[in-house]
């Protein structure tokens, strides 16, 4: 009966507070700075809907972890479509800033005549990370001109990057297969029953699903051929047996091709709000390099360089900025230690009388021996290192 009465007269004393003349939802609105909220905002869209643990998604949430910083920057990971989907969305859905996508859906847009907009108006900051093409065929495929018309599976959707990539690769080529979308899992063993030509996987280099593959005697891992055209896009790489024992004979090579999974960007006019938090998010990226690669976070960390390059796209200024001013920094650094070398070896010089000598005349017959003065400090310090060097020799 007590419980009855205390629960009665909470239920009274909400309506109460409820009725009064400041509703709950206005207290806590009230309590809200809905610019500072939105200040710094950065919408990130990454990897298909169907890949709930996809690597982009996973990287984008670990962005938002460690360079989240209140009133200055909020990043929101974004589940996409794939990377056609993704490209779309950065160009005309609102709320995306940065989308995740593989660097040859520039070429697959330009070679299918759409989208044009995505070459004048998109960038990359950076370079996640490589991937590249693993063909698995079965044994009695010889060259990849050898697909031409057979079934060859390029990914689990229509959509995903793999597809896109395939498809941008084998037009170049100037090959047409009939591409199919299947279970990865599936279409190994649909080869095996030479129900399929084979696969094209994208993937990092020594991949455990590749690596995982029982060739059976009947499956293989075939080279792809390069060619000035396929420069423009993409990069050469090889395998070798030490990356897939399973489907490499020893002492050979599996040429192959390599392009990134990069971060684009619209490109937004200077000094407008969207292109000053992208640059806010660049810089707390690059930043905090460091942090991102501590234990727990994603391998793919450890390789991330906000230095790569990406072929066929131009960087964002903001990105090349921070490269820029970064490696001038560098350069200060080196010239600092290159100064205090000078000094040291200086002063080792003028605290040995021997030694000071022995070096004044080791530059004499330098000079006598070309046409140089080293008159400089570097210049100096380099002939001493030489000079270090003879003197070692010359008592050993």
């Known amino acids: 009966m007590k419980q009855r009465i205390i629960f009665a007269a ?8 409820l009725a009064g003349p400041v509703s709950a939802q206005e207290a806590i609105r009230s309590t809200i700075d809905e610019s500072a909220l939105n200040k710094g905002r950065v919408g990130i869209i990454t990897g298909g809907i169907e890949y709930v643990h996809d690597t982009y998604a996973r990287l ?18 974004i589940l996409g479509r794939g990377p056609v989907d993704n490209i779309k969305d950065l160009l005309y859905l609102q709320g995306i800033d940065v989308g995740v996508v593989h660097s040859d859906a520039l070429t697959f847009l330009k070679n299918q005549g759409v989208l044009p907009a995505a070459q004048r108006k998109l960038r990359y900051l950076a370079k996640l990370y490589d991937e590249y093409f693993h063909v698995v065929v079965r044994k009695d495929i010889e060259s990849i001109e050898d697909l031409a018309g057979k079934k060859v599976v390029v990914g689990t959707t229509s959509s995903s990057g793999a597809a896109v990539s395939a498809l941008t690769a084998f037009d170049i080529l100037g090959i047409e297969p009939r591409l199919l979308v299947d279970d990865w899992k599936v279409a190994i063993e649909k080869i095996k029953a030479g129900e399929i030509a084979g696969m094209v996987y994208s993937t990092v280099r020594g991949s455990g699903f590749i690596k995982e593959i029982q060739s059976d005697g009947k499956l293989k891992l075939l080279s792809l051929p ?19 024992p399973n489907l490499i004979e020893a002492g050979t090579t599996v040429e192959t091709l390599q392009f990134g999974a990069i971060m684009a960007v619209y490109d937004w006019n200077p000094g407008s709000e969207r292109y000053k938090n992208v640059a806010r998010f660049i810089t707390r990226l690059f930043d905090n390099v460091e942090e991102l690669r501590k234990p727990r976070r994603h391998a793919r960390w450890k390789t991330f360089d906000p230095k790569a390059e990406v072929r066929g796209w131009e960087r964002l200024r903001p990105a090349q900025a921070w490269i820029d001013a970064r490696e001038k920094e560098l350069r200060k650094i080196a010239l600092e230690e290159q100064l205090k070398k000078v000094k040291a070896e200086r002063l080792a010089r003028e605290q040995d009388a021997i030694l000071d000598a022995q070096f004044a005349e080791f530059v004499e017959y330098m000079r006598a021996q070309g046409d140089r003065q080293y008159a400089s400090e570097d210049e100096l310090a380099a002939l001493f290192e030489q000079f270090m060097a003879w003197r070692s020799n010359q008592t050993q």
């Open 60 to 77: 984008a949430g670990e962005m938002a972890a460690v360079l989240d910083k209140e009133g200055e920057i909020r990043v929101l990971p």
């Open 226 to 244: 390069y060619s000035d055209e396929l420069s423009e896009t993409y990069l050469r790489a090889s395998f070798t047996a030490e990356d897939y």
């Open 10 to 17: 909470w239920v009274l004393g909400l309506v109460g507070a």
